[in-house]
T-cell receptor, first 113, second 115 residues
Framework: AQSVAQPEDQVNVAEGNPLTVKCTYS??????LFWYVQYPNRGLQFLLKYITGDNLVKGSYGFEAEFNKSQTSFHLKKPSALVSDSALYFC???????????FGSGTRLSIRP | EPEVTQTPSHQVTQMGQEVILRCVPI?????FYWYRQILGQKVEFLVS????????KSEIFDDQFSVERPDGSNFTLKIRSTKLEDSAMYFC?????????????FGDGTRLSIL
């Protein structure tokens, strides 16, 4: 069965510093991996995806994610954090034989000024 | 940019009552989904819908739940007899193409509170 794990409930970073939000996955077959962000009282916004090709994928708002097959990881990164990046971040995997998305438990990112 | 819209934003209902949550997917999308998020917990898949029928449903989506696309624009989730544990945020999502790598686009959700 497909699954994702986000080992950190919360990540705290000072503005201007690099940030990493961790995600590991378990899939059978090729992974289809996604990152979504949820701002307060809003739905899930798509940030980026990995399907195939370059291990470093770039997405919205300056975010990027690095796919590492040997470590089965797909960590979300940003070189310089902004206070406005504070939100809940979800890693997700697409079930390769079905249509649903399986979400991780979410990581709350807090950027302090 | 086109959006998925959901109404109402907040629904308060007495236990045992029926509730209908409404969604207007992006206009040219063909695949539709409902997810829910109980407060403080992860987002869980409920059901997917394509070509006027359910493609897949989770264990959560029992006989109390149903989905419908009554016209060309709306996609609804009905809970026949609500329970306290149905209290959650319910998110609608849609997708335009069948390819597995296409992202789903989510609405802002309906907060359902069962009293």
């Amino acid at each position: 069965a497909q699954s994702v794990a986000q080992p950190e409930d919360q990540v705290n970073v000072a503005e201007g510093n690099p940030l990493t939000v961790k995600c590991t996955y378990s899939v059978s077959g090729n992974p289809y991996l996604f990152w979504y962000v949820q701002y307060p009282n809003r739905g899930l916004q798509f940030l980026l995806k990995y399907i195939t090709g370059d291990n470093l994928v770039k997405g919205s708002y300056g975010f990027e994610a690095e796919f590492n097959k040997s470590q089965t990881s797909f960590h979300l990164k940003k070189p310089s954090a902004l206070v406005s990046d504070s939100a809940l971040y979800f890693c997700a995997v697409r079930d390769s034989s079905a249509s649903k998305i399986i979400f991780g438990s979410g990581t709350r990112l807090s950027i302090r000024p | 940019e086109p959006e998925v819209t959901q109404t109402p934003s907040h629904q308060v209902t007495q236990m045992g009552q029926e509730v209908i949550l409404r969604c207007v997917p992006i206009s040219n999308h063909l695949y539709f989904y409902w997810y829910r998020q109980i407060l403080g917990q992860k987002v869980e898949f409920l059901v997917s819908f394509y070509n006027n029928e359910i493609s897949e449903k989770s264990e959560i989506f029992d006989d109390q739940f149903s989905v419908e696309r009554p016209d060309g624009s709306n996609f609804t989730l009905k809970i026949r007899s609500t329970k306290l544990e149905d209290s959650a945020m319910y998110f609608c999502a849609s997708k335009g193409q069948r390819m597995l790598d296409q992202p789903q686009h989510f609405g802002d959700g309906t907060r359902l509170s069962i009293l």
